[in-house]
């Protein structure tokens, strides 16, 4: 519960009204086609599979163990992304501190993430999407399950009751803007490189491992 009483603007507890029962309506009628109710059925794998704990630390033992000088640039500049992320949802939450639909039994949910607004997942998801469709872009292969993937994962926000779907749009927004801003403040390879580099000196041909 939250230490102190706030006083919600009547407009502003309107806008909240109209979502929580737009929302309600959406998963009731959600439910009633089976392909809906069978990515219910995986959300829990869908959750684990955009959290940004998980995220971070597999990208970090990529790095670790790929170990390549020609992924680095884009490797980086994609963990900066992660991190500005968390950073900004966990900003966003704490000032909002809209509760979820529902009671969250998420194991992962520390701090604000035990908010709403706007979804962590969403953003993370849309921002996965934008990065490797225009900053990095993959093979066209790819690019259907990744799309996949994303919508999948904001539906299951919903259809799990753990987000309202203003949460979920403002996610969408916020991994965009993610995205541009990355793409506004891309590192060049050299700086990346000599990044890496200075975390795992011992790593890296020429580092004092292999002196």
Sequence with gaps: MDKEKREIPSLLRKI?????????????????????????????????????????????????????????????????????????????KSITRRRRPAVNDDPFAIGPDKYSFPSGHASRATFVVYFFFNLWPVNIIFVPPLLAWAVSVCLSRILMRRHH????????????????????????KDTCI?????????????????V
């Design 16 to 92: 909240l009204a109209v979502d929580a029962y737009l929302t309600e309506q959406f998963v009731r009628t959600a439910e009633k086609f089976l392909f809906l109710r069978q990515l219910k059925v995986h959300s829990k794998m869908l959750e684990v599979s955009c959290h940004g704990i998980p995220w971070i630390a597999s990208w970090i033992a990529l790095i670790w163990i790929l170990n390549s000088s020609s992924l680095y640039q884009m490797q980086v500049n994609f963990l900066i992304g992660l991190f500005l992320d968390i950073i900004l949802i966990a900003l966003i």
């Design 165 to 188: 779907l203003l949460d979920i749009i403002a996610g969408v927004f916020l991994g965009i803007f993610e995205g541009l801003s990355i793409g506004l403040t891309y590192l060049e």
């Design 194 to 210: 000599s990044l890496i580099s200075w975390i795992t000196d011992e790593k890296l041909e020429g580092g004092d491992y292999h």
